[in-house]
């Protein structure tokens, strides 16, 4: 079974910037599109941002990022990262990565059939 961890999480001030990464298990992560999703408290999850197995601008980001967030991977490395500058308050939220069913990373959550477990993103005023 593929695993998904993500890292990279913890308490920084409104302004600062935070680095999140997730390491996938299993040989086929480069076959994947991948994507970032959040759930803050007493809300529902949402769409962050997804990238295509090719990387590059094969991007997709929700309209809140405003140039804020950069989603990248790294396949030879199992890796994908998610660069958030200028963190608000209302970025803080649990962080998720996610692995599509096919090559295309996309905003709906359905289309994902695997999930990490979530770092916690805490931003401060």
């Known amino acids: 079974q593929v695993q998904l961890v993500e890292s990279g999480g913890g308490l920084v001030q409104a302004g600062g910037s935070l680095r999140l990464s997730c390491a996938a298990s299993?040989?086929?992560?480069?076959?994947?599109?991948m994507g970032w999703f959040r759930q803050a408290p007493g809300k529902e999850r949402e769409f962050v941002a997804a990238?295509?197995?090719?990387?590059?601008?094969?991007?997709v980001y929700a309209d809140f990022v405003k140039g804020r967030f950069t989603i990248s991977r790294d396949n030879a490395k199992n890796m994908m990262y998610l660069q958030m500058n200028s963190l608000k308050p209302e970025d803080t939220a649990v962080y998720y990565c996610?692995?599509?069913?096919?090559?295309?990373?996309?905003?709906?959550?359905?289309?994902?059939?695997?999930w990490g477990q979530g770092t916690q993103v805490t931003v401060s005023s």
């Open positions: 996610a692995r599509s069913r096919t090559v295309v990373g996309v905003r709906a959550q359905s289309e994902y059939a695997y």
């Open positions: 299993g040989r086929t992560f480069s076959t994947y599109g």
């Open positions: 990238i295509s197995w090719r990387g590059g601008s094969s991007t």
